[in-house]
C-alpha cells in the first residue's frame, strides 16, 4: 500500500533542521512526501539542504503564505491533505511530521490531519542543544497514533446524530471504532451503536425487530451513556407496542391477545408525531397525528364494544349502527375516520361526542391537502400545533394512563460531556 508523508519545514540552525526532517523521511520511507514550507524556509533550508539531499526521491512543495495566521494556514494544510485523499492515499496511509517549523505551522497541519481522519503523527525528539532544538546526533523518531482525539471528535458527532434522531448515521460514524481500538473506546461506541440499530427500527414502528434488538444489547461495564440502564424500560414499552399491533393485525382477534391497555402505543404514535416536527417535517407529523387519531376510534370500537372497523358487518351491535350510518348499497363497508367516530357518538361513547366537539373532522381537511395526502400544500408548523392541540385534548378522554406511558416512549438523549472520561 502507498504512503503519504507531509512534513513542516521550518528554519534554525544550519544542520539540525533539514537533518531532522530527513530521518523522518528515511524512516518513513514515503511514495509520496510533500514539503510544506514559507517563503523564509524554502530559500534557507529546502534550496540549500533538502533539495540536494532529497534529489534522488520524488517530492513536491507546498507554499504557506502566512505561516502566522492560524486559519489561513489550516485551511492550505487542509487542502493539501485533501488532494492526497483525491490521489488515492486513505487516512490511515497518511502521516504527518510536525518537528519543524513555527507553532502554527504545526498546530494547523495537526489540525487539518485530525480533521480529516489522519491517524499517523511524527515528531523527532531527542537531546536538546543551545537552542532549544534537537541535536542532530541525538535525534529519535517518536510515530503516535492520536487515538483519542479522533475517536472523541467522531463519537461527539455520531452522538449529535443521535440526539436529533439521525440513529443510522450515528451508527455509521461510530461503527469503525467498534473494533481494534481500546476497550474504553471500543466498548462505549459499539453501546452507541447498538442503541442507535434498536431506535432506527423504534422510530420506523418496527417494533419487532426493535424488540429483538434491544434484548441482544448486553449489559455492559463501561456504558459512559446511562444508555443500559434505561433498556429494560425501553424493551417493556416497545413490548406493550409490539402486542398491540399484533393484536390489531390479527383477523380472528382472540380474546387471549387482548392488550391490557393501548396507552403505550398511542403515547409512542404522539412521541413520534413530536419528534418528526421538531426535524420540520411537518407534513409527516400531521400524517401521524391523522394515524393516531384514526387508531384511537379503531382501538375504542374494538375492545370497548366488540366492532372491528375492517369488517363492522359481523358485530352483534351493526343493526344498532347501520340505520345511523351511511353504508354504500354494494362493496366495501369498512368504517372511515368519521363514520368510526360516529359509530362511537351512536353507541353512547364520549370519545365519539369530543370528536365532534373538536371540529377535527375539518382539521383532517389539513392533512388531506399535504403532498403525503391528496393535495399539493406543504405545511407549517401553526397547521402542526393547531391539528396537535385537538388530538391531545381528544386523547384526554380516552381511558388509560396515557402521562405514564409517556415516560416509556421518551427516546433517550445522551450528555455529550460523558465522552470527557475517554480522553
Same mark, same amino acid.
Given at each position: 500500500m502507498s504512503k503519504a508523508l507531509l512534513v513542516t519545514v521550518g528554519v534554525g540552525k544550519a544542520g539540525d533542521v533539514h537533518q531532522a526532517i530527513l530521518r523522518s523521511v528515511k524512516q518513513t520511507n514515503p511514495d509520496r512526501l510533500i514539503l510544506l514550507v514559507t517563503k523564509t524556509s524554502k530559500e534557507q533550508t529546502y534550496e540549500t539542504c533538502l533539495k540536494p539531499a532529497l534529489a534522488a526521491r520524488p517530492h513536491s512543495t507546498e507554499d504557506l503564505t502566512d505561516p502566522d495566521d492560524l486559519d489561513k494556514t489550516y485551511c492550505e494544510c487542509y487542502r493539501t491533505i485533501r488532494s492526497l485523499l483525491r490521489e488515492g492515499f486513505p487516512p490511515d496511509d497518511i502521516s504527518v511530521d510536525f518537528t519543524s517549523g513555527t507553532k502554527v505551522m504545526s498546530a494547523a497541519l495537526c489540525m487539518a490531519a +485530525? %480533521? +480529516?481522519? !489522519?491517524?499517523?503523527y511524527i515528531y523527532v525528539a531527542g537531546e536538546r542543544g543551545e537552542y532549544g532544538r534537537v541535536s542532530s546526533g541525538h535525534m529519535k523518531l517518536i510515530s503516535s497514533p492520536v487515538v483519542s482525539a479522533a475517536s472523541v471528535r467522531l463519537l461527539s458527532l455520531a452522538v449529535r446524530f443521535f440526539n436529533a434522531y439521525r440513529f443510522e448515521a450515528a451508527g455509521e460514524i461510530a461503527k469503525p471504532f467498534c473494533e481494534d481500538y481500546a476497550p474504553r473506546i471500543a466498548q462505549p461506541a459499539r453501546t452507541l451503536c447498538q442503541f442507535a440499530e434498536a431506535l432506527d /427500527?423504534?422510530? &420506523?414502528? %418496527? #417494533? @419487532?425487530?426493535a424488540f429483538e434488538a434491544l434484548k441482544r444489547i448486553p449489559q455492559s461495564t463501561s456504558d459512559p451513556f446511562a444508555l443500559v440502564k434505561q433498556k429494560q424500560r425501553m424493551i417493556s414499552h416497545v413490548e406493550e407496542c409490539k402486542r398491540t399491533i399484533e393484536f390489531f393485525e390479527q383477523q380472528h382477534r382472540s380474546k387471549a391477545s387482548r392488550p391490557t391497555s393501548v396507552a403505550p402505543l398511542v403515547a409512542d404514535m404522539l412521541a413520534n408525531a413530536s419528534r418528526r416536527a421538531s %426535524? @420540520?417535517?411537518?407534513?409527516? @407529523? !400531521? @400524517?401521524? /397525528? #391523522? &394515524? +393516531?387519531t384514526e387508531f384511537l376510534a379503531q382501538a375504542k370500537l374494538e375492545l370497548d364494544h366488540g366492532v372491528n372497523t375492517a369488517c363492522p358487518t359481523e358485530s352483534q351491535k351493526f343493526a344498532q349502527l347501520q340505520d345511523k350510518l351511511s353504508w354504500p348499497n354494494e362493496g366495501d363497508k369498512r368504517l372511515a375516520l368519521e363514520q368510526s367516530y360516529k359509530a362511537l357518538d351512536v353507541l353512547g361513547d364520549p370519545l365519539g361526542k369530543r370528536f365532534f366537539q373538536l371540529k377535527i373532522a375539518k382539521a383532517k381537511n389539513t392533512r388531506n391537502s399535504s403532498f403525503l395526502a391528496h393535495g399539493f400544500a406543504t405545511l407549517d408548523k401553526d397547521k402542526y400545533e393547531s391539528m396537535e392541540s385537538a388530538v391531545t385534548t381528544l386523547i384526554e378522554v380516552y381511558p388509560g394512563d396515557i402521562t405514564k406511558a409517556e415516560c416509556g416512549a421518551r427516546f433517550p438523549e445522551l450528555d455529550i460531556s460523558a465522552l470527557d472520561n475517554l480522553t
Open positions: +485530525l %480533521e +480529516l481522519g !489522519v491517524k499517523s /427500527l423504534w422510530d &420506523r414502528f %418496527e #417494533y @419487532a425487530k %426535524e @420540520a417535517r411537518y407534513d409527516d @407529523a !400531521v @400524517a401521524r /397525528l #391523522y &394515524r +393516531l
